[in-house]
């Protein structure tokens, strides 16, 4: 989910600053990190034989009789024995329904279950290729390391968000074909989401556990983020269109935040090349000490290198300037810093523990966008102001975000989900008073296409 720069950075340039790279590892799902060392009868049943047996010494004529009833006695008592026996034997013994240990298509099966006592992937780590600085000295880092060290759930909860995002997102990208909707799209991936994090989200305080992280973003062409269809949606996804499919994963309030491009047709096939190669880019430069000035630069470097032939024109692919990375926090898609996606001068350094949404944004356009469109992404402030509503339908509707979502991003399609009606004049509301954010679709310049590929990173040096 993108981050809007501010406007005052736009256009200031820096020179290059020498620093220690810090290397990063990549969890499944977009999440990278750094290395990370975690201390990670037979029933039996016994039978007794019973005998009838006479005194021989007392036998006389009369004895024959007896030993015949009792003969038959036993003879019956054998053949009811046998009976039972036969009625064991044909009882057929249920099958236990065995668990399924692949994932299903579309995915529904618990990642919990294909992964037995939280044993989540990793994914690839790799080291820090800098000499110096890696031994981490200040307070608020020490602190920071010690924290991870202690809280296994922070990990645990990172990998599990990482690989549902990449069970759904693989899924996701052969499912995906022209001529689908775009409700059918978002609701199959956020279906998706929720079965494999086994939450619903829709009892109350449900999806606060564990499911989306925001919306869905599903743009189209000229529209670069923050787009998920609201109700009565009739757009398609067609043949000749480079959607942008921006999933939001979180479990506990620990959020992953990837995106990648699809269109079918070749001929944009240097545009998203070029955004997939700056990303990687941004992900390679960044790390501890890493100066996100800089980062921007090498990212504008990496995607303004390609161009693109589109029915007999060359467009060069620029950096969409006032789009931005961004640190993710708990429970709140955007942090206190930015990673620009153009040269800047800002000297702000990445620290240990970080968490980071590097994503860039190419574009045929302006490289530049502006707020157009419906809005569908809203989300209720962490610092929101204390106002006095009037309006009952607000105060109605504040109540019913707080308990069912929190600070995390929701849209017009979760507040219908779970029965809302009649909200709009309500929701209008809390946006003008400053407890709701809205987030309006971000549009370059009509008739123009853009990019996006998104990796979220954890900054750490060894544990």
Not at 224 to 243: E, L, R, T, W
Not at 267 to 272: F, V
């Amino acid at each position: 989910m993108a981050a809007q720069a501010p406007t005052e950075e736009l256009d200031k340039l820096t020179g290059k600053f020498p620093r220690d790279k810090a290397d990063w590892s990549h969890f499944p799902g977009g999440l990278t990190k750094n290395t990370v060392k975690d201390a990670a009868g037979t029933n039996g049943k016994a039978t007794t034989k019973a005998a009838t047996q006479g005194d021989a010494a007392d036998q006389d004529s009369d004895g024959s009789d007896d030993e015949a009833d009792e003969g038959a006695a036993d003879a019956q008592v054998e053949g009811e024995g046998a009976a039972k026996k036969k009625k064991k034997k044909n009882k057929k013994k249920k099958k236990k329904k065995k668990k399924a240990t692949t994932q299903s298509d579309p995915p529904r099966v618990l990642l919990s279950q294909l992964f037995p006592n939280d044993s989540y992937p990793k994914g690839e780590e790799v080291e820090y290729t800098g000499e110096g600085n890696l031994k981490r000295t200040t307070d608020a880092e020490v602190r920071e390391r010690e924290r991870l060290l202690m809280n296994d759930d922070f990990l645990r909860d990172y990998r599990h968000g990482a690989e549902t995002h990449r069970q759904v997102r693989q899924w996701a990208q052969k499912w995906i074909q022209p001529g689908m909707g775009l409700t059918e799209i978002a609701n199959g991936i956020e279906d998706s989401v929720r079965a494999l994090v086994g939450h619903s989200g829709l009892e109350e305080g449900d999806a606060i556990v564990a499911g989306m992280g925001f919306p869905t973003g599903l743009n189209l062409n000229d529209v670069a983020a923050h787009y998920s269809p609201n109700a009565i949606n009739n757009k398609v996804f067609g043949q000749d269109d480079v959607m942008k499919i921006d999933i939001g994963v979180h479990v506990n309030g620990r959020i992953v935040d990837s995106a990648f491009t699809m269109a079918f047709d070749h001929k944009y096939d240097n545009l998203l090349e070029a955004a997939k190669a700056a990303t990687n880019t941004g992900v390679k430069e960044a790390g501890i000490d890493a100066r996100l000035g800089e980062i921007g630069g090498a990212i504008q470097e990496t995607m303004e290198s390609y161009e693109i032939e589109l029915d007999g024109k060359t467009y060069p692919i620029k950096s969409i300037r006032n789009l931005n990375g961004h640190t993710i926090h708990h429970y709140s898609i955007h942090g206190d810093k930015s990673v620009p996606i153009v040269k800047t001068e800002d000297q702000t350094k990445m620290e240990e523990g970080d968490v980071f949404a590097i994503e860039t944004f190419g574009s045929t356009g302006n490289g530049y966008v502006r707020d157009h469109c419906e809005v569908s992404h809203y989300a209720l402030m962490a610092d929101a102001p204390k106002v006095d509503l009037r309006l009952s339908s607000a105060r109605s509707l504040l109540n019913t975000i707080k308990k069912n979502f929190g600070t995390l991003p929701f849209c017009r399609r979760y507040l219908d989900r779970i029965g809302c009606d009649k909200y709009l004049l309500g929701l209008n509301n809390l946006v003008n008073t400053g407890i709701v954010q809205d987030y309006p679709p971000l549009v370059d310049k009509k008739g123009s296409y853009t990019a996006q590929f998104e990796h979220v990173s954890l900054s750490k040096s060894e544990l």
